[in-house]
């Protein structure tokens, strides 16, 4: 045993390296049985189903596919740790390891999330190991953190089954997140190891619906209006607000037609648009947010088509986050020597965007990444390369930090809750998601 590890530490290891393979297939299993938002009901039961087996109470159905176990529930007016994991995939068909029932795989790394935060589970579950932490733990899988599919995530919101499209955030309006003090998240990375991380973008998100005239495309168009045309038109106009953006704001917007007609002979009159606005930082959000309104709006204006634009918040910026102590001590002691360890630069920034930036601003989140992956995320050539990384070594991370945070009386984890300034109240941050739900129709005067 190291001189600067302890018997629980030590413990945990051994409990993890021993349980390697059931985490591996675990593994595995998930990421190949990809689902996507709203809808990961297979990948929950599973979830669910382990906890159950380690026989730590479950809460299932959470903004229609969260899950919760707890442990230690005794102690939770102490402080309460969530170890966090996300269920969903994306949709990338012709990926190796995409479910064919659902077209998703899990090219973000979600699966080794759940991978990580179950060997946490095992470790943590220990008779021995549960009895050393000073206060409850949950193991929370979160459905929806990517953001696809807007027009489905819109009818569920008018179905009254969710009111906002991304996991974290629909949680926090129902009150999921009221038992939790200090969370702990992770995502996959191309360096080895790396605890905390810089800032991230932002975004809001819109389905713009462009309705014109049926007509015989090539016998009488002159008697049609062309919603393709009108689209075109908007995407073009759209693409020339681009030297009105500042580099700063790092603003990102890039849409997809989801529909672009029926028949080819037949003048589009139905054309559907998904896009995400985004930027770095809650102004630059809303003045991009206008912009792409106006430029849709000017090609139905152009060719007398009628178009719709809805729009629904989406997440807020990620904010800097210094590395943990106890998070980088739990970083390399499950590296050992076989991996390097380092504190990520909270001066870099990410285009890319996570709903933990909305649980961010309400409460603290320690964060840090593993690699293992392979090419790029969110890529058809994104695969797991080291499974000792990516999963094996993700769990000792998960569990030794929650150990670091809660042992001693749980005093390293009452620093966290006690040092965080939250950015928003609760009022505050509904205000705010509320503010960007909107649907507005723009008709041509006859």
Same mark, same amino acid.
């Given at each position: 045993?190291?001189?600067?590890?302890?018997?629980?530490?030590?413990?945990?290891?051994?409990?993890?390296?021993?349980?390697?393979?059931?985490?591996?297939?675990?593994?595995?299993?998930?990421?190949?049985?990809?689902?996507?938002?709203?809808?990961?009901?297979?990948?929950?039961?599973?979830?669910?189903?382990?906890?159950?087996?380690?026989?730590?109470?479950?809460?299932?159905?959470?903004?229609?596919?969260?899950?919760?176990?707890?442990?230690?529930?005794?102690?939770?007016?102490?402080?309460?740790?969530?170890?966090?994991?996300?269920?969903?995939?994306?949709?990338?068909?012709?990926?190796?390891?995409?479910?064919?029932?659902?077209?998703?795989?899990?090219?973000?790394?979600?699966?080794?999330?759940?991978?990580?935060?179950?060997?946490?589970?095992?470790?943590?579950?220990?008779?021995?190991?549960?009895?050393?932490?000073?206060?409850? @733990?949950?193991?929370?899988?979160?459905?929806?953190?990517?953001?696809?599919?807007?027009?489905?995530?819109?009818?569920?919101?008018?179905?009254?089954?969710?009111?906002?499209?991304?996991?974290?955030?629909?949680?926090?309006?129902?009150?999921?997140?009221?038992?939790?003090?200090?969370?702990?998240?992770?995502?996959?990375?191309?360096?080895?190891?790396?605890?905390?991380?810089?800032?991230?973008?932002?975004?809001?998100?819109? @389905?713009?619906?462009?309705?014109?005239?049926?007509?015989?495309?090539?016998?009488?168009?002159?008697?049609?209006?062309?919603?393709?045309?009108?689209?075109?038109?908007?995407?073009?106009?759209?693409?020339?607000?681009?030297?009105?953006?500042?580099?700063?704001?790092?603003?990102?917007?890039?849409?997809?037609?989801?529909?672009?007609?029926?028949?080819?002979?037949?003048?589009?009159?139905?054309?559907?648009?998904?896009?995400?606005?985004?930027?770095?930082? @809650?102004?630059?959000?809303?003045?991009?947010?206008?912009?792409?309104?106006?430029?849709?709006?000017?090609?139905?204006?152009?060719?007398?088509?009628?178009?719709?634009?809805?729009?629904?918040?989406?997440?807020?910026?990620?904010?800097?986050?210094?590395?943990?102590?106890?998070?980088?001590?739990?970083?390399?002691?499950?590296?050992?020597?076989?991996?390097? @360890?380092?504190?990520?630069?909270?001066?870099?920034?990410?285009?890319?965007?996570?709903?933990?930036?909305?649980?961010?601003?309400?409460?603290?989140?320690?964060?840090?990444?593993?690699?293992?992956?392979?090419?790029?995320?969110?890529?058809?050539?994104?695969?797991?390369?080291?499974?000792?990384?990516?999963?094996?070594?993700?769990?000792?991370?998960?569990?030794?930090?929650?150990?670091?945070?809660?042992?001693?009386?749980?005093?390293?984890?009452?620093?966290?809750?006690?040092?965080?300034?939250?950015?928003?109240?609760?009022?505050?941050?509904?205000?705010?998601?509320?503010?960007?739900?909107?649907?507005?129709?723009?008709?041509?005067?006859?």
């Amino acid at each position: 045993m190291s001189e600067n590890i302890d018997k629980i530490q030590q413990k945990m290891i051994d409990i993890i390296d021993e349980n390697r393979e059931e985490i591996i297939d675990f593994a595995r299993d998930i990421y190949n049985h990809g689902e996507l938002g709203y809808k990961e009901f297979k990948t929950a039961e599973k979830f669910a189903a382990f906890l159950r087996k380690l026989k730590v109470r479950v809460q299932e159905g959470l903004a229609i596919t969260g899950v919760k176990g707890y442990l230690n529930e005794e102690k939770k007016k102490n402080i309460s740790l969530a170890l966090i994991g996300e269920l969903d995939a994306l949709r990338i068909p012709n990926h190796c390891h995409a479910n064919p029932e659902t077209n998703a795989a899990h090219c973000c790394g979600h699966h080794c999330q759940l991978a990580g935060v179950i060997g946490a589970a095992i470790a943590l579950t220990d008779a021995e190991v549960a009895a050393s932490l000073d206060g409850q @733990v949950v193991f929370y899988a979160v459905p929806s953190e990517e953001y696809g599919e807007i027009e489905f995530k819109n009818r569920l919101k008018e179905e009254g089954k969710i009111r906002y499209g991304g996991g974290k955030s629909e949680l926090i309006r129902m009150g999921a997140f009221d038992d939790i003090d200090v969370s702990i998240a992770h995502h996959t990375g191309l360096d080895p190891i790396s605890v905390g991380g810089g800032t991230g973008n932002g975004f809001v998100s819109k @389905v713009i619906r462009y309705n014109g005239k049926a007509a015989h495309a090539a016998g009488s168009p002159h008697l049609g209006i062309n919603a393709l045309n009108a689209a075109s038109i908007g995407l073009s106009a759209l693409a020339f607000h681009r030297e009105t953006f500042q580099d700063k704001d790092c603003v990102r917007i890039h849409p997809i037609i989801t529909k672009g007609g029926d028949l080819v002979n037949v003048v589009p009159d139905e054309v559907v648009i998904e896009t995400l606005v985004r930027a770095s930082n @809650v102004e630059a959000i809303t003045d991009a947010s206008v912009k792409t309104d106006r430029a849709f709006l000017a090609g139905a204006l152009a060719l007398g088509a009628e178009v719709e634009i809805e729009t629904m918040p989406g997440y807020l910026p990620t904010i800097a986050e210094e590395a943990n102590p106890q998070v980088l001590e739990a970083a390399k002691l499950a590296a050992g020597d076989k991996y390097p @360890v380092k504190a990520a630069d909270t001066k870099n920034h990410s285009g890319g965007s996570t709903d933990l930036g909305d649980l961010e601003h309400l409460q603290p989140v320690l964060s840090f990444r593993t690699g293992g992956m392979k090419d790029r995320l969110h890529s058809v050539d994104f695969d797991i390369l080291d499974e000792e990384l990516a999963y094996v070594t993700t769990a000792k991370i998960f569990a030794l930090s929650a150990y670091n945070l809660l042992k001693n009386k749980a005093a390293e984890a009452k620093k966290v809750k006690a040092d965080y300034k939250p950015v928003f109240t609760m009022e505050e941050y509904l205000a705010y998601m509320e503010s960007f739900i909107q649907k507005e129709t723009y008709k041509p005067e006859v």
